[in-house]
C-alpha cells in the first residue's frame, strides 16, 4: 500500500532534512524551501495528506501558506513550525487552518512522529466520512420522495448498510425493494465484491436449488458438462439478494438455512462443502409471519433471514411523492424521446394522484413512459392520461363538478335525498355542462376537470349525439 505523503516546508535545509529523516520510515516526504515551491507540490500532488510548514520564512508566511494549501486541496492536514510558540500565535494559526503547532528546534522525533500519524489519521477519517457522505448521497438519489414513509426508508438503509446482517425487505411488487437491497450493498464494506440478484418465484425444486447452490457435472439430465456455481459461490465477498424469498419450496428452505448457519455450499451431486463469504438480502411482497404461522415457511429460516427489517411503502401510503416522482420519469422518458415533453398540467397531475396505484412504483413509472411515448410534446394534458388510470379514480369516486369548484355537502345530500343514483347525477350534469358551453367538449371537459376522451366515451354509452 502506498505510504502517505507529507510535504515539509522551511527555509532551513538542515530543519527539513532532519523531519525528512525522522519520517522517511513511514512517509514520502516531499520537501520546499519557500511557499512558491511549497503551492506547486500541493498542485501536483493532489494525494497529499499533510503539509508541515514553518511560520516565519522569507516572502508568504507559514500561516498564508496553510490557507492557500487548504483552498487548493480542503482535506489536507496543516501543522505550523514557530520558534515563536505563543499561545496567541498558536490560536491564530489554529483559526486560519492549521491543526496542530509545533515548536522549534524539533528535538523530540518521537513526538513528532506521534503527532504526525494523529493529524493524518484524523484527516484519513475526515476523507472517508466525506466519501461515505457522497457515496450515500449518490445511492440515495435513485430513490425519489420526501414523504416521512420514505424518510424512514432511508434512514434505516444508512443504519444497516455498514453492518453484516441479513437483512429482510418486505413491500408490495413494485415499491423498490431491490433497490433499497442494491443501496445496501453499495454502501456497504462489500461495496467493491458482487452483487448478485436471484428472482425465486422464477425457479422451482432442483431447479431452484442448482440456481442457489450450483451442481456438478452430470447431476441431472441437460446439466452443463463442466458443472456449474450457483449464486452463493457467484456472491463471494459480496451481497447475494434473494427476491420473492416467500415463493421457495420447503426442500430449499432447509437447504438455505443449512448455508446461512454454517456459511458453506454444497453443489448438487456433490459432497463437497465450500466456504463462502456472502451476506444475504431477501425480499418479499407476502406476510412470512402469517406463512410460518400456517406451516408454509420455517421458523428457523424466518427469524435468520429477519435480523434486520426493512419495510419499502405502497405508493398510496405516500402520494405526497408523487409529484416528485412524475417530475423525474417526465425528465428521464422525455430526454430518451427527443425532449419534446415540456411538463404536465395540473388537472393530469391530479388524475395521477387520484389514482390508488396497485403497482407502486413500478407501475407509476410505465404510466409516464406511456404518456410520453404517446404524446405529441408540450405540456401532458388529461387528454394523455390512459384511460384505466382515469376510470380507475381516486380510492372514493372522482367527482364531475367543475375544476376548483368543490360540491357542496348538501348537494351530495340531495342526491341522496331525490333517490337519483350517482350515474344519473353523473349524466346529468356533464349533460349540464355541455348546453351550457353549447356542445363544446373540450371546454366542458375543462370545466368538469375530465378528460375530452372520458365526454365521448359517456356519450357513446348513453347514445347520445351531439
Request: glycine letters at 8%; aromatic letters at 4%.
Amino acid at each position: 500500500m502506498a505510504r502517505p505523503k507529507i510535504l515539509i516546508v522551511d527555509d532551513e535545509r538542515p530543519t527539513r532534512d532532519v523531519m525528512a529523516r525522522a519520517l522517511s520510515d513511514k512517509y514520502e516526504c516531499i520537501t520546499a524551501a519557500d511557499a512558491e515551491q511549497a503551492m506547486k507540490a500541493v498542485a501536483e500532488n493532489p494525494d497529499l495528506a499533510l503539509i508541515i510548514s514553518d511560520v516565519r520564512m522569507p516572502g508568504e508566511d507559514g500561516v498564508s501558506l496553510i490557507r492557500r494549501a487548504k483552498a487548493a486541496n480542503p482535506s489536507l492536514a496543516c501543522m505550523l513550525l514557530t520558534a515563536y510558540g505563543t499561545v496567541d500565535l498558536a490560536v491564530a494559526a489554529m483559526k486560519d487552518g492549521a491543526d496542530d503547532f509545533l515548536t522549534k528546534p524539533i528535538t523530540d522525533l518521537d513526538q513528532l512522529e506521534l503527532r504526525v500519524a494523529k493529524a493524518i489519521k484524523t484527516v484519513g477519517l475526515e476523507r472517508e466520512v466525506a466519501s461515505l457522505k457522497e457515496k450515500l448521497a449518490g445511492e440515495l438519489e435513485s430513490f425519489t420522495g420526501k414523504s416521512p414513509a420514505m424518510e424512514r426508508v432511508y434512514q434505516m438503509i444508512r443504519k444497516v448498510a455498514p453492518t453484516n446482517a441479513n437483512v429482510l425487505i418486505e413491500g408490495p411488487s413494485g415499491s423498490g425493494k431491490e433497490l433499497a437491497a442494491r443501496a445496501i450493498h453499495n454502501l456497504s464494506k462489500r461495496a467493491k465484491g458482487p452483487f448478485v440478484a436471484l428472482e425465486c418465484s422464477a425457479f422451482e425444486g432442483d431447479l431452484l436449488r442448482s440456481e442457489l447452490f450450483g451442481y456438478v457435472a452430470g447431476t441431472f439430465t441437460g446439466a452443463l458438462k463442466e458443472g456449474k456455481i450457483g449464486c452463493f459461490e457467484a456472491a463471494d465477498g459480496g451481497t447475494i439478494f434473494l427476491d420473492e424469498i416467500g415463493e421457495i419450496d420447503m426442500a430449499t428452505q432447509i437447504a438455505l438455512l443449512r448455508t446461512l448457519e454454517s456459511r458453506k455450499v454444497r453443489r448438487l451431486g456433490d459432497t463437497l462443502e465450500r466456504p463462502v463469504d456472502f451476506r444475504l438480502v431477501a425480499a418479499t411482497n407476502r406476510d412470512l409471519a402469517k406463512m410460518v404461522a400456517e406451516g408454509k415457511f420455517r421458523e428457523d429460516l424466518y427469524y435468520r433471514l429477519n435480523v434486520i427489517d426493512l419495510k419499502t411503502p405502497a405508493l398510496k401510503d405516500h402520494k405526497e411523492d408523487i409529484a416528485l416522482l412524475v417530475s423525474r420519469f417526465l425528465k428521464e422518458f422525455s430526454s430518451e424521446n427527443g425532449g419534446t415533453v415540456t411538463g404536465i398540467d395540473a388537472h393530469a397531475m391530479k388524475a395521477l394522484e387520484d389514482y390508488s396505484w396497485p403497482g407502486n412504483v413500478r407501475q407509476l413509472r410505465n404510466i409516464v413512459e406511456k404518456m410520453v411515448v404517446l404524446s405529441g410534446g408540450g405540456r401532458l394534458t388529461l387528454d394523455d392520461v390512459p384511460v384505466e388510470i382515469l376510470e380507475g379514480g381516486a380510492d372514493t369516486p372522482r367527482q364531475v363538478e367543475p375544476a376548483g369548484e368543490p360540491v357542496e355537502a348538501g348537494a351530495r345530500t340531495n342526491v341522496a335525498a331525490t333517490g337519483m343514483s350517482l350515474a344519473d347525477s353523473e349524466k346529468e350534469k356533464i349533460l349540464s355542462v355541455l348546453e351550457s358551453v353549447k356542445g363544446n367538449k373540450s371546454k366542458a371537459a375543462e370545466l368538469l376537470g375530465i378528460s375530452r376522451r372520458t365526454i365521448h366515451r359517456k356519450l357513446n354509452e348513453w347514445k347520445i349525439r351531439t
